[in-house]
């Protein structure tokens, strides 16, 4: 077996030196560095990647904590994680909580116990208290989510903002009886999307019949679910926004099943843009976030936190974009 002191003697340096040009290349001369490569190269030098982290109080591991891996838009977000964490010789530990707050509170005690250098939250649904104790201790990020008056970084879209843009083209399309479908109102995303609905009706001077106004949970059986509710009622929505896109696919499978037409009758507009909402029949009208974008940004600031550099700002807001389709027509 190689070592790194057989590397040090073909190459006549230190074995100081072959430490550095394998993990602080840009404090070695250009000329040393590349004799100690070409010896590694010939001696096909592996080091001991467990003993320098163990050195160092390092694992390359972090843990990114998801409400639901079953939502297609994490899996997006994760996507961007992945790429920055494997480009940086890290490696990316999944902890899926199901919403699930004492399952989250595990995930921080492994933060605690040093298996992991950092963690990225895709939810904040979560002990603020605790999740802000970490955070002072541990390098911690949000993504997607926020935690009111935290200075936690975080990395996510204007939620109230795009939900008010997305209600305002319902209304230009002439709806004014418009339905809308929530996240839990006990989430941040839940109440911002919801603030945005409300804020662009009273925008135009609307006024929202509260029986239109329904809590899902941003599963697909909730937006169906809800639908019928709302299918129930005397005078049924021109227009539904659900706040995301599986709850949407669950109101047009609800509508349908009612014999009735998606655009034709009923309008719908959904949130995230995630895949399947170009491919649903009808195509799906929806707000688009950046999700590898969300990611990838995401997991940047963990690694300057991780390397004890310095964060510029506490908020990253990324653009979003509503995406028109066919699922939305003007009121009949």
């Given at each position: 077996?190689?070592?790194?002191?057989?590397?040090?003697?073909?190459?006549?340096?230190?074995?100081?030196?072959?430490?550095?040009?394998?993990?602080?290349?840009?404090?070695?001369?250009?000329?040393?560095?590349?004799?100690?490569?070409?010896?590694?190269?010939?001696?096909?030098?592996?080091?001991?990647?467990?003993?320098?982290?163990?050195?160092?109080?390092?694992?390359?591991?972090?843990?990114?904590?998801?409400?639901?891996?079953?939502?297609?838009?994490?899996?997006?977000?994760?996507?961007?994680?992945?790429?920055?964490?494997?480009?940086?010789?890290?490696?990316?530990?999944?902890?899926?909580?199901?919403?699930?707050?004492?399952?989250?509170?595990?995930?921080?005690?492994?933060?605690?116990?040093?298996?992991?250098?950092?963690?990225?939250?895709?939810?904040?649904?979560?002990?603020?208290?605790?999740?802000?104790?970490?955070?002072?201790?541990?390098?911690?990020?949000?993504?997607?989510?926020?935690?009111?008056?935290?200075?936690?970084?975080?990395?996510?879209?204007?939620?109230?903002?795009?939900a008010r843009?997305?209600?305002?083209?319902?209304?230009?399309?002439?709806?004014?009886?418009?339905?809308?479908?929530?996240?839990?109102?006990?989430?941040?995303?839940?109440?911002?999307?919801?603030?945005?609905?409300?804020?662009?009706?009273?925008?135009?001077?609307?006024?929202?019949?509260?029986?239109?106004?329904?809590?899902?949970?941003?599963?697909?059986?909730?937006?169906?679910?809800?639908?019928?509710?709302?299918?129930?009622?005397?005078?049924?929505?021109?227009?539904?926004?659900?706040?995301n896109d599986?709850?949407?696919?669950?109101?047009?499978?609800?509508?349908?099943?009612?014999?009735?037409?998606?655009?034709?009758?009923?309008s719908v507009?959904?949130?995230?843009?995630?895949?399947?909402?170009?491919?649903?029949?009808?195509?799906?009208?929806?707000?688009?976030?950046?999700?590898?974008?969300?990611?990838?940004?995401?997991?940047?600031?963990?690694?300057?936190?991780?390397?004890?550099?310095?964060?510029?700002?506490?908020?990253?807001?990324?653009?979003?974009?509503?995406?028109?389709?066919?699922?939305?027509?003007?009121?009949?």
């Amino acid at each position: 077996m190689v070592r790194i002191k057989d590397v040090a003697n073909m190459a006549n340096v230190s074995t100081a030196t072959v430490s550095r040009v394998l993990s602080k290349p840009h404090t070695v001369k250009e000329e040393t560095m590349e004799k100690v490569l070409k010896v590694i190269k010939e001696l096909d030098y592996q080091p001991n990647i467990l003993a320098r982290q163990l050195r160092r109080l390092e694992t390359k591991t972090v843990i990114v904590v998801v409400p639901d891996i079953s939502n297609p838009f994490f899996t997006k977000v994760l996507r961007g994680i992945e790429h920055m964490a494997v480009a940086n010789g890290y490696q990316v530990l999944l902890g899926n909580t199901s919403s699930d707050v004492e399952w989250q509170s595990g995930y921080l005690n492994i933060l605690r116990q040093k298996q992991a250098d950092g963690m990225v939250f895709l939810t904040a649904k979560v002990n603020s208290q605790l999740i802000e104790e970490i955070a002072n201790n541990y390098p911690v990020v949000l993504a997607c989510e926020y935690i009111e008056g935290s200075n936690i970084p975080t990395v996510s879209i204007d939620n109230i903002s795009a939900a008010r843009k997305a209600t305002e083209y319902l209304i230009q399309l002439e709806h004014t009886r418009i339905g809308f479908i929530s996240g839990p109102l006990n989430s941040v995303l839940g109440q911002d999307r919801l603030k945005g609905f409300y804020q662009a009706m009273a925008q135009y001077d609307i006024k929202v019949d509260p029986v239109l106004i329904q809590e899902g949970d941003f599963t697909y059986e909730s937006g169906l679910n809800v639908m019928n509710k709302l299918l129930a009622l005397n005078q049924l929505p021109t227009a539904v926004f659900a706040a995301n896109d599986e709850m949407a696919f669950g109101a047009i499978n609800a509508i349908k099943s009612k014999k009735l037409r998606v655009p034709d009758d009923i309008s719908v507009i959904g949130f995230d843009d995630i895949k399947f909402s170009s491919i649903f029949e009808p195509t799906l009208t929806t707000v688009a976030q950046p999700a590898f974008e969300i990611g990838n940004i995401a997991m940047e600031l963990l690694i300057n936190l991780m390397n004890n550099k310095k964060v510029n700002r506490s908020q990253y807001i990324l653009e979003d974009q509503l995406v028109i389709r066919s699922s939305c027509i003007k009121k009949l």
